[in-house]
């Protein structure tokens, strides 16, 4: 039984449990992979769910709806939750991104039992082709960075996160030793492209003191009381992005009760206890990693809109679906998206 997490890197709300230290920026973590229950929506009284805003936009159809079936299979199953014992996580090699190829190479720490993972030039070149040829370039072009990492067998898959740097510049990391099998790693790569999406300088205005200053919790009152929108941790989000307006629709009343959870410091009663939040509102997410944030969740809700036929109107969880379907340009690119995924396993 494996698990593996998508991961979101960011330093972000410094007590998720599956937030990992990365230089001074922190990994959110993707979602376990295969650590996804497979959930059953539940139908929910008319007045429990905010009406979602019908679209003219047309809802094309996969040229491959078995396959996709099998990668939401496979990324959902045999769900093992953790309890605070995260893997240490070693960073391998990071490339920059020039020209849509992996360009300097930089050596990052070289674990004697990692080092033929660290040395496998071609696999990683592999891994970011295949990133590449599920996301269309003009949708990328925010991405400079790619790292090889691990944490070991399962646990973390990928995460991504803002560049030291340059905070409108993001970076790929993917676990080598978890990246074997493709209808996880296709799953988790449409997951971290979840967080690109609703977390990019279009989205969200980060706040550079915070991301190099994350333990600053006067910096974080300050900037939390300056923004009148979701704020995610380390900076605003606009009020017309989309993460903004998923939190106001399906978070507000929520959002105190996990803030409660979120702030507990003890790892493994924290996981417990977002367990127990999870069971309590199953109906209302799609999978129990979306439950550990707003961010999470939205990223989990993007994965879910690509690889799934449209759903009936009948739970939130589905709702967090067609959400996406309220902005042509979004199902345009799921389009595109999945042509790529089909194109990429032949039938």
């Not at 972000?12 to 230089?23: D, E, G, K």
């Not at 590449?132 to 090889?148: H, Q, W």
């Not at 300050?222 to 992005?241: I, K």
């Not at 507000?252 to 999870?278: C, G, M, N, P, V």
Request: glycine letters at 2%; proline letters at 7%; a negative charge.
């Amino acid at each position: 039984m494996t698990t593996h997490k998508r991961v979101f890197i960011i330093p972000f709300i410094l007590t998720t449990t599956l937030a990992c230290a990365y230089v001074q920026n922190m990994i959110f973590p993707a979602v376990p992979t295969a650590a996804l229950p497979t959930t059953t929506a539940t139908s929910l009284p008319p007045t429990s769910s905010p009406t979602v805003t019908p679209t003219s936009t047309p809802v094309f159809e996969a040229a491959c709806p078995n396959l996709l079936a099998e990668i939401l299979k496979a990324a959902t199953k045999n769900f093992v939750r953790t309890r605070g014992n995260e893997k240490p996580i070693h960073f391998l090699v990071l490339y920059t991104i020039k020209n849509n190829k992996l360009a300097q190479r930089q050596d990052l720490f070289v674990p004697e039992q990692l080092r033929s993972e660290w040395d496998a030039r071609a696999e990683h070149e592999s891994i970011w082709n295949y990133f590449k040829a599920l996301i269309p370039e003009k949708e990328r072009t925010m991405v400079t960075e790619f790292s090889i990492m691990s944490d070991g067998h399962e646990n973390i898959l990928a995460a991504v996160g803002p560049t030291e740097d340059d905070l409108s510049k993001w970076g790929l990391k993917v676990d080598i030793l978890d990246s074997k099998d493709p209808y996880q790693l296709t799953f988790t790569l449409l997951h971290e492209f979840g967080h690109l999406q609703t977390l990019n300088a279009n989205q969200v205005r980060l706040d550079a003191f915070l991301f190099h200053n994350p333990d600053d919790q006067n910096a974080r009152d300050r900037a939390t009381a300056a923004c009148s929108q979701y704020f995610t941790g380390l900076g605003c989000s606009q009020p017309a992005s989309y993460l903004n307006e998923f939190f106001n629709r399906y978070w507000t009343d929520l959002y105190s009760e996990w803030q409660a959870i979120d702030h507990e410091q003890d790892k493994e009663s924290r996981a417990a206890r977002l367990a127990d939040f999870y069971k309590i509102y199953q109906d209302q997410f799609l999978t129990e990693y979306a439950a550990t944030s707003p961010p999470e969740d939205i990223a989990e809700s993007w994965a879910f809109f690509v690889l799934s036929p449209r759903p009936e109107l009948n739970s939130i969880a589905n709702e967090k679906i067609l959400f996406f379907y309220e902005y042509p340009e979004l199902v345009t690119l799921r389009q595109e998206i999945l042509d790529r995924v089909c194109a990429e396993f032949p039938q």
